[in-house]
Nanobody
Framework: VQLQASGGGLVQAGDSLRLSCAAS????????MGWFRQAPGKEREFVGI????????YYAESAKGRFTISRDNAKNTVYLQMNSLKPEDTAVYYC??????????????????WGHGTQVTVSS
């Protein structure tokens, strides 16, 4: 599967942004989908994950209450809605997919497909 993240940009603190991750090559519903981010000089960190059917999500503490992951399997697209953005949310955001057994995976090494990132910059 090929993944393409989009929707990043420059916003002000408190604004909202919705990222999209379009999957191609195989039906999206075969994969659990995760979002990660990497700020300059920092390691890539887990943001959240959604299961194959889209009825279960799990978020990092930094994302809880502000970010929402959803998916539209008919459109082979996963979304990351980000509200109340903070300057510390500035990072390159990546979507990732995995089709192995189970669904909850936080470590980046447990995903076997990655898209190119999209830059999100939040100004204060």
């Amino acid at each position: 599967v090929q993944l393409q993240a989009s929707g990043g940009g420059l916003v002000q603190a408190g604004d909202s942004l919705r990222l999209s991750c379009a999957a191609s090559g195989r039906t999206c519903s075969s994969y659990v989908m995760g979002w990660f981010r990497q700020a300059p000089g920092k390691e890539r960190e887990f943001v959240g994950i959604i299961n194959r059917s889209g009825d279960t999500t799990y978020y990092a503490e930094s994302a809880k209450g502000r970010f929402t992951i959803s998916r539209d399997n008919a459109k082979n697209t996963v979304y990351l809605q980000m509200n109340s953005l903070k300057p510390e949310d500035t990072a390159v955001y990546y979507c990732a997919a995995d089709d192995r057994l189970g669904w909850l995976r936080i470590e980046s090494g447990r995903y076997n497909y990655w898209g190119h990132g999209t830059q999100v910059t939040v100004s204060s």
